[in-house]
T-cell receptor
């Protein structure tokens, strides 16, 4: 069964500092990997995804993530945090080869930005 | 195009009452998912449909929960009878060819409080 583990339920950084949110996955086959963002009182929206090809994926709002098969990781980064980045971030995984179409979400990491 | 529309946005009810949550997916999308979000358990997949047919309901907590999708533009999630532990935010999400795109489009959620 596939799963994702997000290290750290809460991360706090200063405005302008590097953002690093960690995600490790477990999958027996090359997975599809995603990062979603949830702003207060809203649904989740896709930030970026990795399916095949280039392992460094760029998303919206200056975020990017790198798929590292050897480390089974898909960490999310942004060079310089902005106040508007404060939200909850979810890593997710799916198995593209499966007849099922489930996307499994991690437990989420709440990102706070200090002025 | 309008996004996924859920109603009601907020529902407060008493234990034992029937609750019906509604979802209108994005037109043309062939997959519909119901998720539940709580602080304790995070984001849980309850059930998903493909072309209006339930594919996997293994996440439905118990027989008190039921979901239907009578047509491509409407789905309901019903809880009868409701219990305080059902209090959560329920999200509906839709997708087009999720096995290829992997992207879910979420509604804004229905926040349920059972007293």
């Amino acid at each position: 069964a596939q799963s994702v583990t997000q290290l750290g339920s809460h991360v706090s950084v200063s405005e302008g500092a590097l953002v690093l949110l960690r995600c490790n996955y477990s999958s027996s086959v090359p997975p599809y990997l995603f990062w979603y963002v949830q702003y207060p009182n809203q649904g989740l929206q896709l930030l970026l995804k990795y399916t095949t090809g280039a392992t460094l994926v760029k998303g919206i709002n200056g975020f990017e993530a790198e798929f590292k098969k050897s480390e089974t990781s898909f960490h999310l980064t942004k060079p310089s945090a902005h106040m508007s980045d404060a939200a909850e971030y979810f890593c997710a995984v799916s198995d593209p080869g499966s007849s099922a179409s489930k996307i499994i979400f991690g437990s989420g990491t709440r990102l706070s930005i200090r002025p | 195009d309008a996004g996924v529309i859920q109603s009601p946005r907020h529902e407060v009810t008493e234990m034992g009452q029937e609750v019906t949550l509604r979802c209108k997916p994005i037109s043309g999308h062939d997959y519909l998912f119901w998720y539940r979000q709580t602080m304790m358990r995070g984001l849980e997949l309850l059930i998903y449909f493909n072309n209006n047919v339930p594919i996997d309901d293994s996440g439905m907590p118990e027989d008190r929960f039921s979901a239907k999708m009578p047509n491509a533009s409407f789905s309901t999630l019903k809880i009868q009878p409701s219990e305080p532990r059902d209090s959560a935010v329920y999200f509906c999400a839709s997708s087009l060819a999720v096995r290829v795109s992997g992207e879910l489009f979420f509604g804004e959620g229905s926040r349920l409080t059972v007293l």
